[in-house]
């Protein structure tokens, strides 16, 4: 049984190591894993700057719409669609134990749910600042019909919902609209959307077909305009024959399942755990890449020292307006 020392960082609030598929898997495949102040590798994601403290093998992973830093990592997992020897692994988000019971759902669905719900369409968001295309969806099918929000963000029931799943399970259609437009990144926004057994009504990933089954959802992006879009979904919800088509279609391509995606990332992981320490480090530490990761170091000294400046400035500015 080989000691791996690992330690996480710069992770999401709330983050849990045991919700992690590469901890899992590390686990499952008889690894003894021990939680290290002086680890051997750091996992680490986008959340801060704490890995530059470490010298030692760093695997990055993201659930954002960043690409890897290879100059940082010696290896990374995460959304984009690129080769790069044994150093990368594409490993969106559905396929972290975190959204399991909804991936599931999801796969699932074919064989339990072929009934029309009463309800129109969902929309549960709390970010504002997301691209705007996701708010004026909202408001040109709202001119429709009534799309009940559930969310902080433009929410027109009376309360926020605490299980979006199951709220999202009264509604025959969601809207599952991601923050930005990034290929090959997608949430669980999509996810839920299908597990919670309605039509997804989607934009963000221009390669999401590359995964989902284009004739089980709609795909905001192959219409000419939002018009174009709405007239389709006003079609479908006055066209029970053709809804339910769509709605007995497997969400995903073939290929795309989570026990292929399990095995090739276990190939991914094993090669990363099992070689010798010297033999695993895939950045170097001299001539330019010193240079860039020292730039980097005094990059986040700055900030971390005007970080106190800027938040004082913020507090003045929101007592000036409300004064």
């Not at 992690?20 to 939680?35: F, R, S």
């Not at 695997?59 to 719409?65: A, K, P």
């Not at 309605?198 to 000419?224: H, Q, R, T």
């Given at each position: 049984?080989?000691?791996?020392?690992?330690?996480?960082?710069?992770?999401?609030?709330?983050?849990?190591?045991?919700?992690?598929?590469?901890?899992?898997?590390?686990?499952?495949?008889?690894?003894?894993?021990?939680?290290s102040n002086?680890?051997?590798?750091?996992?680490?994601?986008?959340?801060?700057?704490?890995?530059?403290?470490?010298?030692?093998?760093?695997?990055?992973?993201?659930?954002?719409?960043?690409?890897?830093?290879?100059?940082v990592?010696?290896?990374?997992?995460?959304?984009?669609?690129?080769?790069?020897?044994?150093?990368?692994?594409?490993?969106?988000?559905?396929?972290?134990?975190?959204?399991?019971?909804?991936?599931?759902?999801?796969?699932?669905?074919?064989?339990?749910n072929?009934?029309?719900?009463n309800?129109?369409?969902?929309?549960?968001?709390?970010?504002?600042?997301?691209?705007?295309?996701?708010?004026?969806?909202?408001?040109?099918?709202?001119?429709?019909?009534k799309?009940?929000?559930?969310?902080?963000?433009?929410?027109?029931?009376?309360?926020?919902v605490?299980?979006?799943?199951?709220?999202?399970?009264?509604?025959?259609?969601?809207?599952?609209?991601e923050?930005?437009?990034?290929p090959?990144?997608?949430?669980?926004?999509i996810?839920?959307?299908?597990?919670?057994?309605?039509?997804?009504?989607?934009?963000?990933?221009?390669?999401?077909?590359?995964?989902?089954n284009?004739?089980?959802?709609?795909?905001?992006?192959?219409?000419k305009?939002?018009?174009?879009a709405?007239?389709?979904?006003?079609?479908?919800?006055?066209?029970?024959?053709?809804?339910?088509?769509?709605?007995?279609?497997?969400?995903?391509?073939?290929?795309?399942?989570?026990?292929?995606?399990?095995?090739k990332?276990?190939?991914f992981?094993?090669?990363?755990?099992?070689?010798?320490?010297?033999y695993?480090?895939?950045?170097?530490?001299?001539?330019?890449n010193?240079?860039?990761?020292?730039?980097?170091?005094?990059?986040?000294?700055?900030?971390?020292?005007?970080?106190p400046?800027?938040?004082?400035?913020?507090?003045?500015?929101?007592?000036?307006r409300?004064?």
């Amino acid at each position: 049984m080989k000691t791996v020392k690992i330690k996480y960082m710069d992770f999401w609030p709330g983050f849990d190591i045991k919700q992690d598929l590469l901890y899992q898997i590390l686990k499952n495949q008889g690894y003894k894993i021990e939680i290290s102040n002086m680890p051997d590798y750091v996992i680490y994601s986008t959340f801060g700057k704490e890995h530059l403290k470490y010298d030692c093998i760093k695997i990055f992973y993201t659930g954002e719409e960043q690409s890897p830093d290879f100059n940082v990592c010696d290896y990374a997992m995460g959304f984009d669609y690129i080769t790069f020897g044994d150093r990368y692994f594409r490993l969106p988000l559905m396929y972290q134990p975190l959204y399991r019971d909804s991936y599931i759902e999801m796969v699932s669905r074919g064989s339990h749910n072929q009934e029309i719900r009463n309800k129109f369409c969902s929309f549960v968001y709390s970010n504002s600042q997301a691209d705007p295309i996701r708010n004026n969806f909202f408001e040109k099918l709202s001119e429709y019909k009534k799309v009940d929000s559930g969310g902080r963000f433009k929410n027109n029931i009376g309360r926020s919902v605490k299980d979006k799943l199951n709220f999202e399970r009264g509604y025959k259609f969601s809207i599952a609209f991601e923050n930005v437009s990034h290929p090959g990144y997608y949430t669980e926004k999509i996810v839920q959307a299908f597990a919670a057994g309605g039509i997804p009504i989607y934009w963000g990933d221009p390669l999401i077909e590359k995964v989902f089954n284009p004739n089980a959802f709609i795909n905001i992006m192959n219409f000419k305009n939002m018009d174009n879009a709405i007239d389709y979904v006003r079609y479908l919800d006055n066209n029970d024959e053709e809804y339910l088509k769509i709605l007995g279609e497997n969400p995903l391509n073939t290929g795309q399942e989570l026990e292929i995606l399990e095995e090739k990332f276990e190939k991914f992981v094993r090669n990363i755990f099992d070689q010798d320490l010297n033999y695993a480090k895939r950045t170097t530490r001299v001539f330019w890449n010193k240079k860039y990761l020292t730039a980097l170091k005094n990059q986040e000294k700055l900030y971390s020292m005007f970080l106190p400046v800027r938040k004082l400035r913020y507090v003045l500015l929101k007592s000036i307006r409300k004064s």
